[in-house]
């Protein structure tokens, strides 16, 4: 006796392809509601008329000039001098003596490495050189910095 073989259909069966998308929808729904972001959460404070205006901090501006020459405070100054002229800015009621002020080191663009190195390195050493209690407060601006606070107040080219 022979038997016929059972041709398979080419059909794919579908039945449970609704309840697997069902499910993954419901999981791709939840765990986004997990993971939404809610930015920052912070209250801006009420206005305050009782509030003093903030200050702006002197600083000490010492620039390096495309030339290699320095200029502290608008003032050509040999780097030796520089120690002498920072002990003028030393507070008056601190014991042992503090340089409260930043320094704001400002390079041209075209300044030499070197002279930009030699006065970090003076300026370093000034601590040392004067007695002072902790080390000087040297700031060197970004180019972001120089643009937008700079260039605001006219101050851009060195």
């Known amino acids: ?6 041709k398979p259909s080419a059909e794919i069966f579908t039945g449970s392809m609704a309840d697997v998308t069902f ?6 729904m939840l765990t986004m509601a997990f ?15 009782t509030r003093s205006e903030v200050q702006a901090e ?23 001098q520089v120690a ?15 340089i409260s002020k930043p320094i704001i080191l400002r390079p041209a663009p ?26 000087l407060n040297i700031t060197l601006p970004t180019q972001r910095e120089v643009e937008n606070v700079w260039g605001a107040l006219g101050v851009l080219t060195p």
Request: net charge positive; charged share 25%.
């Open 35 to 49: 993971s939404s972001t809610k930015g920052l959460d912070f209250q801006v404070p009420k206005e305050d008329p």
């Open 58 to 80: 002197e600083a000490v501006f010492f620039q390096v000039r495309a030339d290699g020459s320095f200029v502290v405070d608008n003032k050509p100054m040999p780097l030796e």
């Open 1 to 6: 006796m022979k038997l016929a073989k059972k």
């Open 110 to 135: 075209q300044a030499p490495y070197g002279a930009m190195m030699e006065a970090f390195d003076e300026l370093r050493q000034v601590k040392t050189k004067l007695n002072l209690a902790k080390d």
């Open 23 to 28: 499910l993954l929808i419901i999981y791709f």
């Open 84 to 98: 002498n002229y920072l002990r003028t800015k030393i507070d008056p009621g601190s014991n042992p003596p503090v």
